[in-house]
């Protein structure tokens, strides 16, 4: 570590501390580029007590892997000194229900269950088949943008692709789709931003019961089927282990992971994407001549694009304890940053560089450990679809230099612009 000597703050128990005058995630600087920020941290405060975020940041990337396994950490929010209280038996509702089954709720022996339970529905198998109907869907959305000489990618195409995907994979028919994607998804969406007030995220979560409403008697007609299918659906209603079977919370509460960790990172991917060989046309040159890179390209992007800010899943503190040196409190919040591990110069070489042909083994991307990415299959084959449709459609396609971002947004380098000129 070089100096901390100024990091260290001797009315914090010796601890490495920083404020927002060394980390603000929300200044544009920041937004537009994060790298010297990510190198300061890595150098000077690779673990280190943020002032006004109130939780200790990790940054390099032996140490966030570590910090992603290790069991001394919980992802209970009950284990977190500022936990809300938990909410009386009588006021539940199908949010709370469906929030208390799902995989970052449960005890990890239960999650161990629940993953084996579910593995079968992510295969590579169903996913192809999932891949076939989302291929229907991004060429009807790229159909409707066939004649224009602008676009932009954020509202036209890739908020649009997402939930739209979740909603397919899931067999939601067509009429019900707006009370899946705007109802359930875009609610579920808003009650989980910190950033909200609490009336604001109260309405989110009651605005999300008529989808859950929907998405339980979705899944009680599928079972009541006499031939289930092997559809995704299909695969976790059948799913079975020595006759343990997951109940309609589990599956709801599934589905619901899938919106909340499968919409916006998607969305961040398609966006990053566009950018990112645009930018690069040599690179993107060489992906559509060889695209048996296209997997490798993908978490290049996400690599390269730093689509996050900190995050993704917090972890508590059970106990006392000492972790890269630095001693952590019973009840404190511990946030993995991601994308500084994936700029981290001890581990990639050249982190600043787009390399699709990066050898990116060991890689964290999604994560590592027994919470690691279940939609991983999902987001190759979405990243594959897109890549190939938007270079089909707009082959000579250039950055206008137009794009906006959204500083405000609680933990994505969120661009809510990024136009386009398809010089079809
Ligand atoms: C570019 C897209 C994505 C990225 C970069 C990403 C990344 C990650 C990471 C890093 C984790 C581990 C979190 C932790 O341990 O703190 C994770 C977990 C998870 N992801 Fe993804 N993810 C993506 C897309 C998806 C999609 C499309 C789905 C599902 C449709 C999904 C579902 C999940 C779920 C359910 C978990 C929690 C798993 C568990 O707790 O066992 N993700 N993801």
Redesign the pocket.
């Known amino acids: 570590m070089a100096d901390t000597a100024t990091a260290i703050d001797p009315k914090a128990d010796g601890r490495c501390t920083l404020g927002f005058d060394v980390y603000n995630p929300f200044l544009p600087d920041f937004i537009h580029n994060p790298r010297p920020t990510w190198n300061r941290l890595l150098e000077e405060y690779p673990i280190a007590w943020h002032r006004e975020m109130g939780l200790w940041l990790v940054c390099p990337h032996d140490l966030a892997f570590e910090t992603?396994r290790t069991p001394k950490l919980s992802?209970l929010i009950s284990d977190w000194e500022n936990a809300p209280p938990p909410v009386p038996e009588d006021q539940k509702t199908d949010f709370h229900r469906a929030a208390e089954h799902s995989?970052?709720a449960v005890s990890p022996a239960q999650?161990v269950r629940q993953?084996k339970l579910t593995q079968p529905a992510f295969s590579r198998a169903v996913m192809d088949k999932i891949e076939l109907k989302i291929r229907d869907l991004f060429r009807e959305v790229f159909d409707e943008l066939a004649d224009r000489e602008e676009i932009d990618v954020v509202t036209d195409v890739a908020e649009r692709l997402p939930m739209m995907s979740?909603a397919r994979m899931v067999g939601v028919p067509r009429a019900e789709e707006a009370l899946f994607n705007e109802g359930l998804g875009y609610n579920l969406v808003r009650s989980t931003d910190p950033l909200r007030s609490e009336e604001d995220r109260e309405a989110a979560r009651q605005g999300t019961l008529p989808g859950y409403k929907f998405l339980r008697e979705h899944i009680a007609k599928r079972r009541a089927a006499k031939d289930v299918g092997d559809d995704f659906l299909g695969m976790l209603i059948k799913a079975e282990i020595d006759g343990d079977k997951l109940n309609d919370w589990e599956i709801t509460a599934?589905i619901t992971?899938?919106i909340t960790?499968?919409a916006d990172?998607?969305l961040?991917?398609y966006m990053g994407a566009v950018k990112t060989l645009l930018e690069h046309p040599d690179q993107y040159k060489l992906l559509l001549e060889r695209p048996e890179l296209m997997e490798n390209a993908v978490l290049e992007i996400?690599r390269y694009y730093i689509?996050g800010k900190v995050?993704?899943?917090p972890r508590f503190v059970i106990e006392d304890m000492e972790w890269g040196g630095q001693p952590l409190k019973k009840g404190e919040l511990v946030m993995?940053a991601?994308s500084a591990a994936w700029s981290d110069p001890k581990r990639w070489k050249n982190p600043e560089v787009f390399d699709i042909t990066r050898n990116q083994d060991g890689n964290?991307?999604?994560?590592?450990?027994?919470?690691?990415?279940?939609?991983l299959n999902?987001?190759k084959a979405?990243g594959k679809l897109f890549i190939e449709e938007f270079a089909r459609r707009f082959p000579k396609a250039e950055l206008t230099g137009e794009l906006e971002y959204d500083y405000a947004h609680f933990n994505a380098r969120r661009l809510k612009k990024l136009m386009v000129r398809t010089n079809i």
């Open positions: 992603l992802l995989l970052l999650h993953r979740i599934l992971a899938l960790a499968g990172t998607v961040d991917l996400l689509p995050g993704p899943i993995v991601l964290i991307i999604f994560g590592a450990g027994a919470h690691f990415c279940i939609g999902l987001v979405q």
